[in-house]
């Protein structure tokens, strides 16, 4: 997935839909992996919003909890492996899904 594809995506959208656009930002924690391990305001924000951005990290079983008509992009890591620099990333991200705590980079 390259940046401006997923900028394309963005522009498209209104100001509800694109909460990045107006400084708006939820990184949410997916935990362990399983999803009744998930926050009710994790699940909310995952089902309410039309863009996620996931990392390689998130279990299919959360990934099967995105809403069917939102927009997807996988942004993961690996060490000299970026799907999308770190820089660009921080310019989209509306809501992130990262394995255990949201803040370990």
Known sequence: MNFSKIE???SGCS???SPAKYGRVFLVGAGPGDPELLTVKALRLIQKYDIILYDNLVSDEIKSLFPEK????????KKNNHSIPQQELNHLIVVRLKKDT???V
């Open 102 to 104: 949201p803040f370990v």
């Open 15 to 17: 100001e509800k839909q």
């Open 70 to 77: 939102a927009r997807k992009f996988f942004v993961g890591k």
């Open 8 to 10: 394309n995506t963005l």
